[in-house]
């Protein structure tokens, strides 16, 4: 997990504000950038991916950036809600294994 | 049914006990993964089959663990002589490609949380 560096450990963002999220991962060979959204009492659920040969996506109110040459990924939550309130997790994949974030807490206050 | 399936669900065991955790991938999926989440930390990676191939073991802790999946679906995860740093929750996901093109996506199940006392 020491290959994947995520900031903040936590986060409150008002509702309708921005949240932010950002991974640092030190592998080059890593070949698809997805974030996770986990619940408490659940399992881990793809929120939104891109492939490195794409700098931005966009999901509705998901956006991910990515700079290849400084080797980070971000997260960005447009309009945040309430129900966005869980942990956030980069997992990029290199040998054919996810390799997980430490988690970001992100709380959305009303 | 639609879901990865992971039992039980809770589990709790006495220092040195055996215990065996179970996952029921979503049919079709080829790949299959246990990971280990320790209370407030990401997952970690365990092991990786393909099919009924075990292809990556190498986040197994120590050689008390031991994963299987002898015909390509259902796969057990069996921890000998439980320690109390074994505490955790135990993830399954699978996956209907490997590595490749149109998605890694990964399906979690919820998850076994395992107590040892």
């Known amino acids: 997990q020491q290959q994947v560096k995520q900031s903040p450990q936590s986060l409150i963002v008002q509702k309708g504000g921005i949240s932010i999220i950002n991974c640092a991962y030190e592998n080059t060979a890593f070949d698809y950038f997805p974030w996770y959204q986990q619940f408490p009492g659940k399992g881990p659920a793809l929120l939104i991916a891109i492939r490195p040969d794409v700098s931005e996506k966009k999901e509705g109110r998901f956006t991910i950036s990515f700079n290849k040459s400084a080797k980070q990924f971000s997260l960005h939550i447009m309009d945040s809600q309430p129900g966005d309130s869980a942990t956030y997790f980069c997992?990029?994949?290199?040998?054919?294994?996810?390799?997980f974030g430490q988690g970001t807490e992100l709380s959305v206050k009303p | 049914g639609a879901g990865v399936s992971q039992s039980p669900r809770y589990k709790v065991a006495k220092r040195g006990q055996d215990v065996a955790l179970r996952c029921d991938p979503i049919?079709?999926?080829?790949?299959l993964f246990w990971y280990q989440q320790a209370l407030g930390q990401g997952p970690e990676f365990l092991t990786y089959f393909q099919n009924e191939a075990q292809l990556d073991k190498s986040g197994l802790p120590s050689d008390r663990f031991f994963a299987e999946r002898p015909e390509g679906s259902v796969s057990t995860l069996k921890i000998q002589r439980t320690q109390q740093e074994d505490s955790a929750v135990y993830l399954c996901?699978?996956?209907?490609?490997?590595?490749?093109?149109?998605?890694?996506?990964?399906?979690f199940g919820e998850g076994s949380r395992l107590t040892v006392l």
């Open positions: 049919s079709g999926h080829v790949s």
């Open positions: 996901a699978s996956s209907l490609v490997v590595g490749g093109t149109k998605t890694g996506e990964l399906f």
């Open positions: 997992a990029p994949r290199g040998g054919g294994k996810l390799i």
